[in-house]
């Protein structure tokens, strides 16, 4: 009886043990790396994940595959197509954008894949919310679980697609905004450095992490920290065309094209802010 009690009593150890090495954060890990590596992704978009990180990324933001989560401006949808399948079963994807044309390669991944889960839920989105938008209304405040923004800190300093003012104020209002209570906002851009000229956050794509916190911090959230996940030291952040010298855009084309593939895509910032609760 003795041994049969020692047995079980080792069993259960080895039960809960397992249970802590298998918790919640290796689940979510796992359903992330399946999301990553479903079919449905586009070859081109998965060799970029040796820069982008997204199982490390989207773990370090804390995103749940229950959690309400809204993509500024997805561009091309590089990680619509791992934030769908991920968000499927339990979780709501919204992708926002100025107007329905910032939606066209979302539109392009829903048409191509109908049936592929998390694909036809999709909801649509306007950011930042002005009046002339087109067809598309702001994500309903309050709502979300995570903001997500990929590379667009600088669109925003630059004034993209419109007239030339920076926006980001209201770009990281309208975020803390739709936002429960509590809810994360993560952030990934490409860094200039600290002792750079500021003038050059609004040409060269590069931003500093510091402008970052302080446009966050001034709408209202709080800083919790930084992943190193996404730099890449051999980025010096003073190329004279900018940070579309490096890879993926190469905009000097075949000039020192081995040069800049063998540097990589730029360093990044990736930094986690919380609406307070």
């Given at each position: 009886?003795?041994?049969?009690?020692?047995?079980?009593?080792?069993?259960?150890?080895?039960?809960?043990?397992?249970?802590?090495?298998?918790?919640?954060?290796a689940?979510?890990?796992?359903?992330?790396?399946?999301?990553?590596?479903?079919?449905t992704?586009?070859?081109?978009?998965?060799?970029r994940d040796?820069y982008?990180?997204?199982?490390?990324?989207?773990?370090?933001?804390?995103v749940?595959?229950?959690?309400?989560?809204?993509?500024?401006?997805?561009?091309?949808?590089?990680?619509?197509?791992?934030?769908?399948?991920?968000?499927a079963h339990?979780?709501?994807?919204?992708?926002?954008?100025?107007?329905?044309?910032?939606?066209?390669?979302v539109?392009?991944?829903?048409?191509?894949?109908?049936?592929?889960?998390?694909y036809?839920?999709?909801?649509?989105?306007?950011?930042?919310?002005?009046?002339?938008?087109e067809?598309?209304?702001?994500?309903?405040?309050?709502?979300?679980?995570?903001v997500?923004?990929?590379?667009?800190?600088?669109?925003?300093?630059?004034?993209?697609?419109?007239?030339?003012?920076?926006?980001?104020?209201?770009?990281?209002?309208?975020?803390?905004?739709?936002?429960?209570?509590?809810?994360?906002?993560?952030?990934?851009?490409?860094?200039?450095p600290?002792?750079a000229?500021?003038?050059?956050?609004?040409?060269?794509?590069?931003?500093?992490?510091?402008?970052?916190?302080?446009?966050?911090?001034?709408?209202?959230?709080?800083?919790?920290?930084?992943s190193?996940?996404n730099?890449?030291?051999?980025?010096?952040?003073d190329?004279?065309?900018?940070?579309?010298?490096?890879?993926?855009t190469?905009?000097?084309?075949?000039?020192d094209?081995?040069r800049?593939?063998?540097?990589?895509?730029?360093?990044?910032?990736?930094?986690k802010?919380?609406?307070?609760?």
């Amino acid at each position: 009886m003795r041994q049969i009690m020692i047995a079980t009593a080792i069993a259960t150890t080895a039960l809960a043990v397992a249970s802590v090495a298998t918790g919640a954060p290796a689940t979510q890990r796992h359903t992330l790396q399946s999301a990553v590596d479903a079919p449905t992704r586009t070859p081109a978009n998965v060799t970029r994940d040796q820069y982008r990180h997204p199982v490390e990324t989207l773990g370090f933001f804390g995103v749940s595959p229950t959690d309400t989560v809204v993509e500024i401006w997805p561009g091309g949808g590089w990680y619509t197509e791992i934030l769908a399948p991920y968000l499927a079963h339990g979780g709501t994807l919204w992708v926002a954008s100025p107007g329905p044309e910032g939606l066209g390669g979302v539109q392009k991944l829903m048409t191509a894949h109908p049936d592929a889960p998390g694909y036809a839920a999709i909801r649509t989105a306007a950011f930042p919310a002005r009046a002339a938008t087109e067809g598309l209304a702001p994500v309903p405040d309050g709502t979300a679980d995570v903001v997500l923004t990929f590379r667009n800190v600088h669109n925003w300093r630059m004034g993209y697609q419109r007239d030339g003012q920076d926006y980001s104020p209201q770009a990281f209002e309208q975020m803390f905004a739709m936002l429960k209570p509590g809810g994360t906002l993560g952030v990934v851009d490409h860094r200039l450095p600290e002792d750079a000229d500021s003038a050059r956050e609004h040409s060269s794509g590069y931003v500093k992490v510091s402008t970052v916190r302080r446009l966050a911090e001034e709408a209202g959230f709080e800083y919790v920290g930084a992943s190193e996940v996404n730099a890449n030291p051999a980025d010096t952040a003073d190329w004279e065309r900018g940070v579309w010298t490096l890879p993926p855009t190469l905009s000097l084309r075949d000039q020192d094209r081995e040069r800049y593939l063998a540097i990589g895509e730029s360093d990044r910032m990736t930094l986690k802010f919380r609406k307070p609760a």
